[in-house]
């Protein structure tokens, strides 16, 4: 099992759809989360924090369940913008040491 | 505040060779972590640096090493380079593992 799942998509969505991305975890030990956003051959970028209680900000919406060990996010209202590659990240164990998943690619269309 | 520079942005090399990258931490970051992102693939974890000490190693050969220096910028060594380590190595600081600030890479090209 890898350490961090991802569906790789690509997900092709039209402007103004809403889209959710999966993410699943094998550390339980693990205690923060995060969502990355990475543009066609730049660095990733952080996105937003996943807390347990949820959170958002603004379009995006993080959620966290520990107990599945699964992390979303969800888009709202799609911009053409949004199109990038979206990374779950897991501080593994809270050891500092970043597991990447593969990533999702979304294309967001006119 | 300056963010994390990383250099060169583009190197090619021939197997077998050597290669050293560059990173300068974000001002204020003590803890540097390096990562190898091949084509296709998420970020890979090869290890990662706290107050000069290596605190953690990903599954990479020993011929992957580093050093942190004492204002906390970093290097990666590569010895005995092999076609499958043509990547993007990326740098990223942070204090004492909160919030992680990303380089913009070097893209290495092994031929």
């Known amino acids: 099992r890898k350490e961090v799942e991802q569906d790789p998509g690509p997900f092709n969505v039209p402007e103004g759809a809403t889209v959710a991305f999966n993410c699943t975890y094998s550390n339980s030990a693990s205690q923060s989360f995060f969502w990355y956003r990475q543009d066609c051959r730049k660095e990733p970028k952080l996105l937003m924090s996943v807390y347990s209680s949820g959170n958002e900000d603004g379009r995006f919406t993080a959620q966290l369940n520990r107990a599945s060990q699964y992390i979303s996010l969800l888009i709202r209202d799609s911009k053409l913008s949004d199109s990038a590659t979206y990374l779950c990240v897991v501080n593994w164990g809270n050891t500092g040491k970043l597991i990447f998943g593969q990533g999702t690619t979304l294309q967001v269309k006119p | 505040e300056t963010g994390v520079t990383q250099s060169p942005t583009h190197l090619i090399k021939t197997r077998g060779q050597q290669v050293t990258l560059r990173c300068s931490s974000q001002?204020?970051?003590?803890?540097v972590s390096w990562y190898q992102q091949a084509l296709g693939q998420g970020p890979q974890f090869i290890f990662q640096?706290?107050?000069?000490?290596?605190?953690g190693r990903g599954n990479f050969p020993p011929r992957f090493s580093g050093l942190q220096f004492p204002n906390y910028s970093s290097e990666l060594n590569v010895n005995a380079l092999e076609l499958d380590d043509s990547a993007l190595y990326l740098c990223a600081s942070s204090l004492a593992g909160r919030g992680y600030t990303f380089g913009s890479g070097t893209r290495l090209t092994v031929v």
């Open positions: 001002s204020g970051h003590n803890t």
């Open positions: 640096y706290y107050r000069e000490e290596e605190n």
